[in-house]
């Protein structure tokens, strides 16, 4: 079973990935297969019903809206986002779905798309059905869908604990643990970033890897820049605050002056973590990385390479981006990226760890570090629960990725400072991850019944869809 760099990189739109981004794809992939087998025009009724922490949070995190798209086609990485909420609005005032654009139906947005708060599938926590009738109300499909973190979307027919879409291309140098990658490293001499660019070249001749990854870095720079420019209130009903607006002022300001102060770089990541989580909790364009809700820290800590070390460059970029996905690999296929999984250890926990890891390979590190640094960072995650208030990927999630950034530089620098020798391995930190997720009480995973969710607000709050 083969994971791409761009499965675990891919571009979206927030605020989720497995609640927005998921379901948009699941949605398509429903009404597709719908029209692959003739059978559109019979379409008259469409139903979606989502489950578990969808239905928990769903309406939060903007997977009414995502159901709505998928089923009209959009897909996350071409979607205008700028036109979403005025588009949703219409299709809700008019009650009409035009379905892969070619099919125009009644839609009843109530009626027609139930979330289910308590109700959950037995196979992981984000399912959902979706069911497609006729004018005499017969069935013409009905389909199970479970979005499994970081935009990863499997059907009904991988219920046997298959939670990556099979893809059976032959890669070079496979790979289910830490101590196979560094095995391969150092029998052919090799660091972590170079065994993951052989990979690569399974789907596509090395310079259109590059250029792909440039891309997404040009991506997640854009975001940045729209984060730091954008004002106001982020929606949903917290009434939360942008800053990355102000505090990039006040860098600036400061940048103009001599600084005394050593810890300025960390307020310039803390402002790129910001930035892109506020763009990503608006529902704006991202990179998931690996997930939505952690997809501020990659970004954060990769614009810290690029601004603050001297002999950063493009072929750094790649090779930092390499060396993450061949990390994410391990917590996609041993344990989870899923917040409504494992806890926000599994979205934050997995992207600090993939940041750490990837820094202290552009900066030197052998691959021995490279482990080291992503086992630390998630050594320092473990038990970190999921517990949006609201619902929504606002509070604490925002804070939480500009905190986990600056904790995946030190991680990267505590590592440098060593030869590689560590007591605890990445493989086991990654199995005690999946463990401690497993131990951890359903109200703690993406549901919004836990934790700051119940404890902070004394009355609830209005929460309108983002």
Same mark, same amino acid.
């Given at each position: 079973m083969a994971i791409s760099v761009f499965d675990l990189f891919k571009i979206g739109i927030g605020p989720s990935s497995s609640h927005t981004v998921g379901p948009m794809i699941a949605a398509r992939k429903f009404i597709l297969s719908i029209e692959e087998s003739k059978q559109l025009e019979k379409v008259n009724r469409i139903k979606s019903e989502m489950f578990g922490s969808l239905g928990a949070t769903g309406k939060a995190h903007g997977t009414p809206k995502a159901i709505i798209l998928g089923l009209e086609?959009?897909?996350? @990485?071409?979607?205008? *986002?700028?036109?979403?909420?005025? %588009?949703? +609005?219409?299709?809700?005032?008019? $009650?009409?779905?035009? /379905?892969?654009?070619?099919?125009?139906?009644?839609?009843?947005?109530?009626?027609?798309?139930?979330l289910y708060r308590r109700k959950s599938l037995p196979f992981h926590p984000n399912g959902m059905t979706f069911s497609a009738y006729d004018e005499r109300g017969g069935e013409v499909l009905k389909k199970t869908y479970y979005s499994v973190g970081g935009g990863f979307v499997v059907d009904d027919s991988n219920e046997k604990g298959n939670y990556i879409a099979e893809d059976e291309t032959e890669i070079t140098y496979p790979y289910d643990k830490a101590t196979e990658l560094l095995e391969y490293c150092e029998?052919?001499?090799?660091?972590?970033? @170079?065994?993951?660019? *052989?990979?690569?070249?399974?789907? %596509?001749? +090395?310079?259109?890897?590059?250029? $792909?990854?440039?891309? /997404?870095?040009s991506v997640m720079?854009?975001?940045?820049?729209?984060?730091?420019?954008?004002?106001?209130?982020?929606?949903?009903?917290?009434?939360?605050?942008?800053?990355?607006?102000?505090?990039?002022?006040?860098?600036?300001k400061k940048s103009d002056k001599k600084s005394d102060d050593p810890l300025t770089?960390?307020?310039?990541?803390?402002?790129y973590a910001l930035a892109t989580n506020e763009e990503n909790a608006a529902g704006g364009r991202v990179v998931t990385a690996p997930t939505n809700g952690a997809a501020g820290i990659i970004p954060a800590v990769l614009h810290y390479y690029m601004r603050f070390v001297p002999e950063a460059d493009d072929d750094g970029v790649v090779r930092f981006?390499?060396?993450?996905?061949?990390?994410?690999?391990?917590?996609?296929?041993?344990?989870?990226?899923?917040g409504a999984e494992?806890?926000?250890?599994?979205?934050?926990g997995s992207a600090c760890s993939m940041a750490a890891g990837a820094l202290a390979e552009v900066l030197g590190g052998t691959p021995a570090q490279v482990e080291n640094a992503a086992e630390i960072a998630m050594e320092h995650n473990l038990g970190l629960t999921c517990d949006p208030i609201g619902g929504l990927v606002q509070i604490p999630c925002i804070e939480r990725n500009a905190s986990a950034s600056v904790k995946a530089i030190h991680a990267a620098r505590m590592a440098l400072q060593g030869d590689g020798t560590h007591f605890v391995s990445l493989d086991r930190v990654i199995r005690t991850m999946r463990k401690t997720g497993e131990d951890m009480h359903l109200r703690y995973k993406e549901t919004s019944r836990g934790g700051l969710a119940t404890n902070v607000l004394e009355v609830p709050v209005n929460i309108i869809e983002c």
């Amino acid at each position: 079973m083969a994971i791409s760099v761009f499965d675990l990189f891919k571009i979206g739109i927030g605020p989720s990935s497995s609640h927005t981004v998921g379901p948009m794809i699941a949605a398509r992939k429903f009404i597709l297969s719908i029209e692959e087998s003739k059978q559109l025009e019979k379409v008259n009724r469409i139903k979606s019903e989502m489950f578990g922490s969808l239905g928990a949070t769903g309406k939060a995190h903007g997977t009414p809206k995502a159901i709505i798209l998928g089923l009209e086609g959009e897909e996350p @990485d071409q979607v205008d *986002a700028t036109l979403i909420s005025k %588009r949703i +609005e219409k299709i809700y005032s008019v $009650g009409k779905i035009n /379905l892969l654009g070619k099919k125009m139906i009644d839609y009843d947005h109530e009626a027609d798309l139930k979330l289910y708060r308590r109700k959950s599938l037995p196979f992981h926590p984000n399912g959902m059905t979706f069911s497609a009738y006729d004018e005499r109300g017969g069935e013409v499909l009905k389909k199970t869908y479970y979005s499994v973190g970081g935009g990863f979307v499997v059907d009904d027919s991988n219920e046997k604990g298959n939670y990556i879409a099979e893809d059976e291309t032959e890669i070079t140098y496979p790979y289910d643990k830490a101590t196979e990658l560094l095995e391969y490293c150092e029998k052919h001499s090799l660091n972590i970033s @170079d065994v993951m660019l *052989a990979n690569e070249s399974a789907w %596509r001749p +090395e310079n259109k890897t590059r250029e $792909g990854l440039l891309h /997404l870095w040009s991506v997640m720079q854009e975001v940045v820049n729209q984060g730091i420019s954008n004002e106001g209130l982020l929606p949903g009903g917290l009434n939360v605050e942008r800053r990355s607006h102000k505090l990039y002022l006040q860098l600036t300001k400061k940048s103009d002056k001599k600084s005394d102060d050593p810890l300025t770089i960390l307020d310039w990541v803390t402002l790129y973590a910001l930035a892109t989580n506020e763009e990503n909790a608006a529902g704006g364009r991202v990179v998931t990385a690996p997930t939505n809700g952690a997809a501020g820290i990659i970004p954060a800590v990769l614009h810290y390479y690029m601004r603050f070390v001297p002999e950063a460059d493009d072929d750094g970029v790649v090779r930092f981006l390499l060396t993450a996905a061949a990390i994410g690999i391990l917590y996609k296929k041993n344990a989870s990226i899923s917040g409504a999984e494992v806890g926000c250890q599994g979205e934050v926990g997995s992207a600090c760890s993939m940041a750490a890891g990837a820094l202290a390979e552009v900066l030197g590190g052998t691959p021995a570090q490279v482990e080291n640094a992503a086992e630390i960072a998630m050594e320092h995650n473990l038990g970190l629960t999921c517990d949006p208030i609201g619902g929504l990927v606002q509070i604490p999630c925002i804070e939480r990725n500009a905190s986990a950034s600056v904790k995946a530089i030190h991680a990267a620098r505590m590592a440098l400072q060593g030869d590689g020798t560590h007591f605890v391995s990445l493989d086991r930190v990654i199995r005690t991850m999946r463990k401690t997720g497993e131990d951890m009480h359903l109200r703690y995973k993406e549901t919004s019944r836990g934790g700051l969710a119940t404890n902070v607000l004394e009355v609830p709050v209005n929460i309108i869809e983002c």
